[in-house]
Structures are given as structure tokens and as C-alpha cells.
């Protein structure tokens, strides 16, 4: 297996995991509290922040856009998508505002021409959502461009996800093992599928949870997760329907110190005397 060049830094078994903090919509479609989020994430110890790109009429139907359904910017679902959708100049201070804290910065995108959108961003790597899984023409149109990709498994079964890595080819590839429920039971984590998918593919694997907590989460690092996502709200009881799953500042801090305590615990697979063992072997060893 090889290690992946995610903007400045590395991802893979031999390296320290990679913390993403996913803003997605939980900026709720004011640019401050997506600057607010970043620092969050900053504050942590992340490694990049991520937001989410669409192109609403390409995206949804006209029928599904006209749907009745009360919202902070209209009555209709379209009120919704497009209240909720920040432009690329917005993305890019969003961007700017993450350089200038550390972070490496990317935005999902669920269209072709989103993904030309955030590639006007230079983003450190893609990042392809679950629900996109199976569409190759989108798959194809992230390739288009030289950077690393990351690819969500969520909803998917073991052949379609051959199927993507097949379209997307193995090269600056890593998988997140992932379950696209809002928030996820623990019994469908199915963490156990991290070292599953990177023995059947041969690339770095993550996890990009929606669970309620972190335990799972740092449980997925001690399970080989190279890489972590996870939602990150200001209050979890906002208004939106990505609050519910998403971990508050408190939860994203202890999470990420918990993450790099693990990775000093994991320590090396050689069984070993340390030599701050030797003075309590001394004292409490009767034979040998």
C-alpha cells in the first residue's frame, strides 16, 4: 500500500491521520459561520476543512426544486437548495480564511460543473460523496484534473464500489468506509470494513463518520482509518438537516486529541520489553 500527497501533507499507514473537519451546509448559507467553522476546526488541530458545491438546477429537477417545504428562505425546496448554496467567490474566502489558519481546504462536488467551480480553488485533493458513487461521467470529470481523490462508500455495495475504483483508477485514490444515515446507529458502522476495503483495493482507507459522539471514530483509527471526516456544527441544535450528526467544538477537540493519542499508543506490532518496564520487573518478578 502507498501513502497519498494530500496538499502538504502525507496520508497513508506510515503517516499521522488525516483530520477533516466537514462544514458541508452547516453554515447554513451565511458565509461568517462558515469562517466561524473554520476556526473550529483550526483550533482542534484539523488538517483541512470542507464545504460542499452544486449547481441546484443541474442537481435537482424542476419538480423536486418546485416541492412545497417551509424553510428559513421560502416555501419551496428550491428556496431551500439555493438559499443554502455559496457562489465561488464565497468559497474562495472560505478557502482563504483556511490557508491563512493552517488548513488545506476542498469542497464536494455533485456536478460536472461544480467540480470545474472548485477546481478554481486549487483545492488540495477532491473529495467525492457517497451519493455520487455510481455516476461515472462525474467520477470521469474529477479526473479530468491532477489531484488526489477521496471517495466516500457510503449506500454502496462491494461491486459498485470495484466498479468506481475501476472508472477512478487506484493511483492518488483513498476510500472512506462510511454509512449514509443521519446520524448513524453504531450497529451499521461496520468499522471492520476498514481493513476490509484496503486489503481488496490496495489503497489508503478512512472513515467519514455521521454518529452520534466520537468513540467510533477514534475506534476506526485503531482499525487502520488513514484519514477521519466528520461533521462540525457551532450548535448542534440549529437549525439544518446536517446538525443533528455533526460534533460540536468541545467534541472536535477532544476527538482529534483522542486520534493522535491513539496513534502514539498503537505504537509498533514487535512485542517488547521497554526499558521503563525493567525497575517493575525487578521488583515484582519472583523467576527470571
Given at each position: 500500500m502507498y501513502n497519498v500527497q494530500l496538499g502538504k501533507r502525507e496520508i497513508g499507514p506510515s503517516a499521522p491521520v488525516y483530520v477533516i473537519a466537514?462544514?458541508?451546509i452547516n453554515h447554513n448559507g451565511d458565509v461568517e459561520q462558515a469562517l466561524a467553522l473554520v476556526d473550529v476546526a483550526a483550533d482542534a488541530g484539523?488538517?483541512?476543512?470542507?464545504t460542499q458545491k452544486r449547481t441546484v438546477d443541474i442537481v435537482f429537477s424542476a419538480e423536486e426544486l418546485a416541492r412545497p417545504r417551509p424553510n428559513p428562505f421560502g416555501a419551496t425546496n428550491g428556496d431551500l437548495k439555493y438559499g443554502l448554496e455559496l457562489s465561488v467567490e464565497q468559497h474562495r474566502e472560505i478557502a482563504a480564511h483556511a490557508a491563512s489558519r493552517g488548513l488545506a481546504y476542498t469542497a464536494s462536488a455533485w456536478d460536472e460543473v461544480a467540480v470545474d467551480d472548485v477546481e478554481q480553488l486549487a483545492p488540495a485533493f477532491f473529495k467525492i460523496a457517497s451519493a455520487s458513487l455510481t455516476d461515472d461521467d462525474l467520477l470521469r470529470q474529477h479526473r479530468k484534473y491532477d489531484r488526489p481523490v477521496l471517495l466516500s462508500t457510503g449506500m454502496s455495495t462491494l461491486e459498485q464500489i470495484d466498479h468506481a475504483v475501476e472508472v477512478l483508477g487506484a493511483a492518488d485514490l483513498v476510500l472512506l468506509q462510511c454509512t449514509s444515515t443521519y446520524p448513524?446507529?453504531?450497529?451499521?458502522l461496520d468499522l471492520r470494513a476498514i481493513p476490509t476495503l484496503a486489503a481488496r483495493y490496495g489503497v489508503p482507507v478512512?472513515?467519514?463518520?455521521?454518529?452520534?459522539?466520537?468513540?467510533?471514530?477514534?475506534?476506526?483509527?485503531?482499525?487502520?482509518?488513514?484519514?477521519?471526516?466528520?461533521?462540525i456544527t457551532l450548535d448542534r441544535a440549529s437549525w439544518g438537516s446536517d446538525q443533528a450528526s455533526s460534533i460540536e467544538p468541545d467534541e472536535l477537540n477532544r476527538l482529534v486529541a483522542e486520534i493522535r493519542f491513539v496513534e502514539r499508543a498503537l505504537?509498533?506490532?514487535?512485542?517488547?520489553?521497554?526499558?521503563?518496564?525493567?525497575?517493575v520487573r525487578d521488583k515484582l518478578r519472583r523467576v527470571g
Open positions: 466537514e462544514i458541508g484539523c488538517d483541512a476543512v470542507k448513524a446507529s453504531a450497529d451499521e478512512g472513515y467519514s463518520g455521521h454518529e452520534a459522539g466520537t468513540a467510533a471514530t477514534v475506534a476506526a483509527v485503531a482499525l487502520g482509518a488513514t484519514v477521519v471526516e466528520r461533521h505504537g509498533s506490532d514487535v512485542k517488547r520489553l521497554h526499558g521503563s518496564e525493567e525497575p
